[in-house]
């Protein structure tokens, strides 16, 4: 007798299959990438940029003189909404290296 699901379900469970086809955002700022970061709410965006702001702080390479939100905004405009050809092409990006690209192209991430 031929299975009436759409998918087989010996092996696993649901919540096992479900888990697998499901896709989560990476909130870790230094592996998270543009994909990512158009999924992210605006909190966990804050909070991804505020803890790669206390990141590059606490490394003694580079002093931060604003606030996460000019991040967020460099972060935004750099990814988009994630649905055009121009952002996707941006989309592998790291989160981490846009940051310290625009960062140091504004002048906000001092020596």
Do not use: H
């Not at 970061?37 to 909070?47: A, F, G, H, I």
Request: cysteine-free.
């Amino acid at each position: 007798m031929l299975n009436s699901y759409p998918f087989s379900t010996s092996g696993s469970t649901d919540t096992e299959t479900f888990a697998a086809a499901a896709s989560y955002p990476d909130t870790d700022f230094s592996t998270a990438d543009g994909e990512d970061w158009v999924q992210l709410s605006d909190n966990e965006k804050y909070l991804m940029v505020s803890q790669a702001i206390d990141t590059f702080n606490s490394s003694g390479k580079f002093v931060i003189t604003e606030v996460p939100e000019w991040f967020l905004d460099a972060l935004n405009a750099f990814y988009g909404d994630g649905n055009t050809s121009e952002d996707q092409a941006v989309s592998a990006e790291k989160v981490s290296n846009v940051m310290l690209l625009s960062g140091l192209a504004g002048g906000v991430f001092v020596e």
